[in-house]
C-alpha cells in the first residue's frame, strides 16, 4: 500500500512556517506500516528550506520516504507519467474528512 502523509497539522503539530510538537501517534504509525513494507510519499505544501527541515525532522524521528512530493518512481515508470495529483491508497491529512459519516 501507499501512504501520502501531509506534514504540518499531520506528523506534527501546525505551527507553521516553524514544525510544531510532534504527533507521536501518526509517527508511530508511519514507522509501522514502513516497516511492514508500505511505501511512504511525504506530501506537502512545503518547499525549498522549509521542505529540507521536514525530510530532516522525519528522518531523526524514524520515517523515512520513498518519494516526496511525487509519484513513486516504479508507479511513474509504469504510467510513463508523473501527474500533479499524488497516487496514493491513502491519504493521511489533517483536513480530511472522513466520507462514510456524511
Not at 510532534?22 to 506530501?43: A, S, T
Not at 515508470?77 to 483536513?95: V, Y
Request: charge should be negative.
Amino acid at each position: 500500500m501507499i501512504y501520502a502523509v501531509d506534514f504540518d497539522g499531520t506528523l506534527v503539530e501546525n505551527q507553521y512556517p516553524e514544525i510544531g510538537e510532534p504527533k507521536q501517534n501518526v509517527i508511530d504509525f508511519c514507522i509501522m506500516r514502513k516497516e511492514q513494507g508500505h511505501k511512504l510519499i511525504l506530501w506537502t505544501c512545503r518547499a525549498g528550506e522549509r521542505l529540507q527541515e521536514a525530510i530532516k525532522w522525519s528522518n531523526e524521528h524514524g520515517i523515512f520516504y520513498d518519494a516526496v512530493n511525487e509519484n513513486l518512481p516504479d508507479e511513474v515508470e509504469k504510467w510513463n507519467n508523473d501527474p500533479r495529483k499524488i497516487g496514493a491508497d491513502f491519504f493521511l491529512d489533517d483536513r480530511n474528512i472522513d466520507i462514510t459519516k456524511i
